[in-house]
């Protein structure tokens, strides 16, 4: 029987595609919470990033669960993650400087954390990510009140 549209497909797709980025990086959901939840205890402590952080998460465990998601969803194309970090990110008291900071600690914790490729998988998208991310904080400097509502 023919699908009426292609999410039956893309569903069944996304396990086999998960378990090739698996085998190419060792990547897994296991070593993404390591990787969240070292890069989190580095940010916490950071002198920069870390009281931007605390001033707005009193419950960490939540936010690591969502972060885990995140890198699922991202690194492994599992579909987890369903939040939009563009609103989330487009009112903190962030610059081009707080950016590279973060990109510093992930970049740090993935080669701790993970095999070679696997670090070059997750650094990549994340620096792609925090380009569109602060192009949003930018956008939000500049016309305050119009804060993108894309994801
Ligand atoms: C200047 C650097 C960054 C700072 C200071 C920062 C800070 C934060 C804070 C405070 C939150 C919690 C927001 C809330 O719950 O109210 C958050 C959420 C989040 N951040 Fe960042 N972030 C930074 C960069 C990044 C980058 C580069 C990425 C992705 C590669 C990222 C991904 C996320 C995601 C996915 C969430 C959860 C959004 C949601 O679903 O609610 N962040 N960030």
Redesign the pocket.
Known sequence: MTPQNNRPQIASARPKMTAAITVETGLDEQVLRSLVERFYDK?RTDAV?GP??E???SDWSP?LD??VA?WSS?ALMTGR?????V???AR?P??AA??E???GL?RATARETCTPSGAAHVIE??????RS??MA?EDAKAAPDDVPKLC
């Open positions: 940010v990033l931007i952080f001033a707005r998460i936010h969502r972060m995140f991202v993650y369903h939040g939009r970090p609103p989330a990110h903190l962030v610059d707080h950016f900071r973060w990109l992930f998208r994340a620096e792609r990510i925090a991310l602060q904080v």
